[in-house]
């Protein structure tokens, strides 16, 4: 089992230019989640997927859009991209009658 | 929103010493992780506690959940090179959603 993957692994942007963040997991697992991370602040919640077919605001959701594209795979899309979105992107899951996530390895995105 | 605070933010004490590190919020939690993140992957659980003064050790950590179940601390006996990392507490609200709210991390280095 891979677990939770994330593609890519590095990018750098232009501001304005769009792209979108791969996510996919081999668990089996229900629920889906985006997350930043920056310095000083943990991580927070962009947006997150209870089941295929259903996505959620989390914390941060301005700039983002995301789909679950099936059971395995919840992707995040920059429309437009701005610096205040440089960070780095973690993808987690997690299965029915448990709390724990398991996460990504993540994915560092500059705009510059 | 619910916010998890940790401290302290940064920690750097010799191999061999004692610490605590902890997390505090001003809203309950029906139950509390702690993630451990080392550099270029993603968090990984190390523990959870669901009851409210529950104990629990993990080798040479040792984990408490508040009575009041709003703040939980992490001990380390005996820190080694291997505990350096970025602890990460995370809540699970009382109102039983898909969320959970994460501190602002700890980043441990543990000098030789």
């Known amino acids: 089992n891979a677990g939770v993957t994330q593609t890519p692994k590095f990018q750098v942007l232009k501001t304005g230019q769009s792209m979108t963040l791969q996510c996919a997991q081999d668990?089996?697992?229900?629920?889906m989640y985006w997350y930043r991370q920056d310095p000083g602040m943990g991580l927070r919640l962009i947006y997150y997927s209870a089941s295929e077919g259903t996505t959620d605001k989390g914390e941060v959701p301005n700039g983002y859009n995301v789909s679950r594209l099936n059971k395995r795979e919840f992707s995040l899309r920059l429309e437009s991209a701005a610096p205040s979105q440089t960070s780095v992107y973690f993808c987690?899951?997690?299965?029915?009658?448990?709390?724990?996530?398991?996460f990504g390895p993540g994915t560092r995105l500059t705009v510059t | 929103t619910q916010l998890l605070e940790q401290s302290p933010q940064f920690l750097s004490i010799q191999e061999g010493e004692n610490l605590t590190v902890y997390c505090n919020s001003s809203?309950?939690?029906?139950?509390l992780q702690w993630y451990r993140q080392e550099p270029g992957e993603g968090p990984v659980l190390l523990v959870t506690v669901v009851t409210g003064g529950e104990v629990k050790k993990l080798k040479r950590l040792t984990f408490q959940f508040g009575d009041a179940r709003k703040d939980s601390s992490l001990h380390i006996t005996a820190a080694q090179t291997g505990d350096t990392g970025l602890y990460l507490c995370a809540g699970v609200s009382n109102f039983g959603n898909e969320k959970l709210t994460f501190g602002t991390g700890t980043r441990l280095t543990i000098i030789p």
């Open positions: 809203s309950v939690f029906s139950s």
């Open positions: 668990m089996n697992h229900n629920s």
């Open positions: 987690a899951s997690r299965g029915l009658g448990s709390y724990e996530q398991y």
